[in-house]
T-cell receptor
Framework: AQSVTQPDIHITVSEGASLELRCNYS??????LFWYVQSPGQGLQLLLK??????LVQGIKGFEAEFKRSQSSFNLRKPSVHWSDAAEYFC?????????FGAGTRLAVHP | DAGVIQSPRHEVTEMGQEVTLRCKPI?????LFWYRQTMMRGLELLIY????????DSGMPEDRFSAKMPNASFSTLKIQPSEPRDSAVYFC?????????????FGPGTRLTVL
């Protein structure tokens, strides 16, 4: 069965520091993979997606993610974090119109 | 486009009362999803519709929960009778089958508190 694992429940970084959020997936074929962000009290917003092609995916707000089949990973990165990036981040995989969410990683940003 | 619209944004009710949550998907989208988010269980898919027809309701917790989609622009999720353990944030999302990446667009959610 498809699944995604986010090993880090909570991460704290300083503003301006680089960020990497980890995600591992379990799926036999090439999966659809997404990163969504949920700001406090808000809905979920799509940051980026991968379903084929270039394994380095660029998203909104300066985020990128790299699909690595050999490691079954789809880690999210940002070179310099802003205070407004404090939120919860979900790695998501999907079959046909059925999304499976990871547990989420809550990001705190120190000034 | 206004995005996915949900109402109400917040609902506080007493145990035993009927609760109805509403959703308007993005125009032209043919899939609609209802999710529940709790601290204990994270985000769970409750039910989804394709062209107004329920396709998979295996995530609906029990018979107290029901969902309808009478037309392409409106869906409801009803809980009757409500219980304190139903307290959660309920999200509606929609997508378009012609999008190969199956991207879903989420509404802002309804925060339900059952006292």
């Amino acid at each position: 069965a498809q699944s995604v694992t986010q090993p880090d429940i909570h991460i704290t970084v300083s503003e301006g520091a680089s960020l990497e959020l980890r995600c591992n997936y379990s799926y036999g074929a090439t999966p659809y993979l997404f990163w969504y962000v949920q700001s406090p009290g808000q809905g979920l917003q799509l940051l980026l997606k991968y379903f084929s092609g270039d394994t380095l995916v660029q998203g909104i707000k300066g985020f990128e993610a790299e699909f690595k089949r050999s490691q079954s990973s789809f880690n999210l990165r940002k070179p310099s974090v802003h205070w407004s990036d404090a939120a919860e981040y979900f790695c998501v995989t999907g079959g046909y119109n059925k999304l499976i969410f990871g547990a989420g990683t809550r990001l705190a940003v120190h000034p | 486009d206004a995005g996915v619209i949900q109402s109400p944004r917040h609902e506080v009710t007493e145990m035993g009362q009927e609760v109805t949550l509403r959703c308007k998907p993005i125009s032209g989208h043919d899939y609609l999803f209802w999710y529940r988010q709790t601290m204990m269980r994270g985000l769970e898919l409750l039910i989804y519709f394709n062209n107004n027809v329920p396709i998979d309701d295996s995530g609906m917790p029990e018979d107290r929960f029901s969902a309808k989609m009478p037309n392409a622009s409106f869906s409801t999720l009803k809980i009757q009778p409500s219980e304190p353990r139903d307290s959660a944030v309920y999200f509606c999302a929609s997508s378009f089958a012609g999008n190969p990446s199956n991207e879903q667009f989420f509404g802002p959610g309804t925060r339900l508190t059952v006292l």
